[in-house]
C-alpha cells in the first residue's frame, strides 16, 4: 500500500522555513499598520474600516491560489511556485508601504501586501498536508507555529529594538512615519525573501501520480474516508438560484435598512457580503445549467457547499477565533497608547513609547507562540487535538479580557502569555484537523476554501467594531480587547463540537486489521 515518506527533523524544518520569512511580513503588517495610518492622520474609528483590504484580498486571492496549486506541476513542483513569486511581490510591498506620502498609497500598498502574502501563505498550508502522513501532520504545522512565532517577535520588536540598541529614531517631528520603522521593512523585506528561497531550493513535492496513490491508501486505511466528500452529489441549479435570489435579497435589504436608519457607511460592507454571496451562487447556477461548470470558479463554489461536515464545525470555531485576534491587530495600539500611556497625540514621544512597547508585546505573544509550538502537541497527545486547542483558546481569550485590569503597561506581558498560547495553536491545530477531513487532490482548494472562516469574522470586525467603539463605549479602544477575548471564550466552547476524524489515537483504536486490508 502506497504511504508517504515519514521526514526527519531537518526535513520538516526545510520545509517550514519559509513561513519565518512569511511571518516577518504579516508581523509588521499587523504591529504597524495602525501605526502608520494614525502617521497619515487616520482617527481611532476609522482604523478598522482601513484594515478592511486584508481579510478582503483574503477572500479572494486564497482560494483562487488554492484551486490553481491543486492543479500546477512544473520545474518548482505543485505549490513552491506560489512561494517563489509571492515572496517577492511581498518583499516590494514592504519597502513602499512605510513611504507612502498620503493614506490611499498606504492603503493600496496594504491590499497588495496582503494579497502577496496570502499567494505564498496558502500553498504553505496544503504543502504540510501534501508532504506529510497523518500522524506527523500535527508536528509540521507546529513546526510552521514555531517559525511563525520566531517571524513575528523578530519584526514586532524590530522598530523597538532599533531605537533602544541601536539609538534610530521611533518620532518624527510634526508627525510621519518614523525612521525605526522605516528601516524595519527593509530589513523585513529581505527576511521574507530569503527564508522563503530557502523552502523552494531545499524542498522537494509528490507528483500527481504519488499523490493519486496516497489518496487511494488513504481511503482504504480508513474505510469511509472523509474525503469521499470529494464524490458528494452536486448542488442543483434550482438550489444555486433560489439560495442566491434570497441572499440577494438579504443584501438589498440591509443596504436599505443602513441607507434609512443612516448607520454608519462600514456597515454597508456587510450588505455587499451577503449580496455578493447572493450573485456567485446566481452566476454558478447559471453556469451548471449552461453545462459550463469545467473552470475554477465553478469548482471552487461547488466545493464549498460540499464541505466535509469536519470543516463546517471547525468554520465556526475559526470566526470565534479570529474575530477576536482581529481585534487585537487592529486595536491594541491605539488602547495602549490612549488607556496606559494616556496619549492621543500620534506625534507626542509618550504615543510613539507606546506604540513601541506594543511591539514589544506582540514580539512577545509571538515568541510564547514559538515556544508554545513545542508544547502545544505534547498536549494534544495527551488530551486529543481538540481539548488542546480549547484550553489554548481558554488562555488567549481570558489575556484579553485581562487587558483593562492591568494599569502598569510593564505587566502586560502577563496576559500576552495567553494570547501567545492562543495564537500559536490558532496556526496549528485547526489545520492538523482539517487536513484528515479533506480529499487529497483537493487539498490547496479546501485550505483556500477554509480561509473564509478567517476572513469574514476579520471583515465583519472590520465593519462593525469602530461602530460599537462610536456608538456604545465613547470610541475607547480598549473596549475592542475586551469584545476580542469574549469572542475567543466563545471559540473554545465550540471546539467541543468538532469531531476530528483524523485524531491519530483515534485511528489507531477505529483501524482495521490488516486481514481486511489485504483483501481490500
Not at 489518496?215 to 466528500?229: I, L, N, Q, T, V
Not at 514589544?360 to 515556544?371: H, S
Not at 471559540?491 to 489507531?508: I, T, W, Y
Amino acid at each position: 500500500m502506497a504511504t508517504k515518506a515519514r521526514l526527519n527533523f531537518f526535513q520538516i524544518w526545510n520545509m517550514c522555513f519559509g513561513f519565518f520569512g512569511i511571518q516577518i511580513g504579516f508581523g509588521l503588517q499587523n504591529a504597524n499598520t495602525s501605526r502608520i495610518f494614525q502617521s497619515l492622520g487616520v482617527e481611532v474609528n476609522q482604523l478598522a474600516i482601513l484594515w478592511i483590504a486584508a481579510p478582503a484580498t483574503g477572500l479572494l486571492v486564497q482560494p483562487i491560489i488554492g484551486y490553481l496549486s491543486d492543479k500546477t506541476w512544473g520545474r518548482l513542483g505543485r505549490r513552491r511556485p506560489y512561494f517563489f513569486w509571492g515572496a517577492i511581490l511581498t518583499s516590494a510591498a514592504l519597502l513602499v508601504m512605510p513611504n507612502a506620502p498620503v493614506l490611499w498609497i498606504a492603503a493600496a500598498a496594504l491590499w497588495v501586501m496582503d494579497a502577496s502574502i496570502n499567494i505564498t501563505m496558502e500553498p504553505f498550508r496544503a504543502f504540510v498536508g501534501d508532504n506529510l502522513p497523518d500522524e506527523q501532520r500535527a508536528s509540521g504545522y507546529a513546526m510552521q507555529s514555531f517559525f511563525i512565532g520566531t517571524g513575528a517577535v523578530l519584526a514586532s520588536a524590530l522598530p523597538w529594538m532599533l531605537t533602544h540598541w541601536f539609538g534610530i529614531s521611533n518620532a518624527v517631528e510634526g508627525g510621519g512615519v518614523p525612521l525605526s520603522v522605516h528601516i524595519a521593512f527593509y530589513v523585513g523585506a529581505a527576511g521574507v525573501l530569503l527564508a522563503v528561497l530557502w523552502t523552494v531550493f531545499t524542498t522537494r513535492e509528490y507528483s500527481p501520480d504519488q499523490m493519486a496513490a496516497f489518496e487511494a491508501a488513504e481511503r482504504a486505511r480508513k474505510g469511509e474516508a472523509p474525503s469521499m466528500a470529494a464524490d458528494a452529489p452536486t448542488r442543483a441549479v434550482r438550489a444555486y438560484m433560489v439560495g442566491g435570489v434570497v441572499w440577494t435579497l438579504a443584501g438589498v435589504v440591509l443596504a436599505v435598512a443602513i441607507f434609512a436608519t443612516r448607520l454608519e457607511k462600514e456597515v454597508y460592507v456587510l450588505a455587499a457580503m451577503l449580496g455578493a454571496f447572493g450573485l456567485a451562487q446566481i452566476a454558478a447556477g447559471l453556469l451548471r445549467r449552461g453545462g459550463k461548470t469545467a473552470n475554477g470558479f465553478s469548482e471552487v463554489v461547488e466545493d464549498l457547499f460540499r464541505m466535509p461536515d469536519t470543516m463546517k464545525q471547525l468554520a465556526v470555531v475559526q470566526f470565534f477565533s479570529w474575530f477576536g485576534l482581529f481585534a487585537l491587530w487592529i486595536y491594541t495600539t491605539p488602547a495602549v497608547t490612549a488607556f496606559h500611556y494616556h496619549a492621543m497625540d500620534t506625534a507626542s514621544r509618550a504615543y510613539n513609547d507606546g506604540a513601541d512597547w506594543v511591539g514589544v508585546l506582540f514580539a512577545l505573544y509571538n515568541g510564547v507562540a514559538a515556544l508554545a509550538a513545542l508544547v502545544i502537541p505534547l498536549i494534544a497527545r495527551a488530551v486529543g487535538r481538540k481539548a488542546s486547542h480549547a484550553l489554548c483558546l481558554g488562555l488567549g481569550g481570558l489575556g484579553l479580557a485581562a487587558f483593562p485590569l492591568i494599569r502598569d503597561p510593564v505587566l502586560l506581558w502577563i496576559p500576552m502569555i495567553g494570547v501567545g498560547f492562543a495564537w500559536s495553536s490558532i496556526l496549528s491545530a485547526p489545520y492538523s484537523i482539517l487536513s484528515g477531513a479533506v480529499p487529497g487532490p483537493k487539498m490547496g482548494v479546501y485550505m483556500g476554501i477554509f480561509n473564509f472562516f478567517i476572513v469574514i469574522p476579520q471583515l465583519l470586525a472590520a465593519t462593525i467594531l469602530g461602530v460599537l467603539l462610536k456608538t456604545f463605549f465613547d470610541g475607547q479602544a480598549i473596549w475592542a480587547l475586551i469584545l476580542g477575548g469574549g469572542s475567543m471564550l466563545a471559540a473554545a466552547a465550540c471546539v467541543f463540537l468538532v469531531r476530528d476524524v483524523g485524531e491519530p489515537r483515534a485511528l489507531a483504536a477505529a483501524a482495521p486489521s490488516p486481514e481486511a486490508l489485504s483483501k481490500a
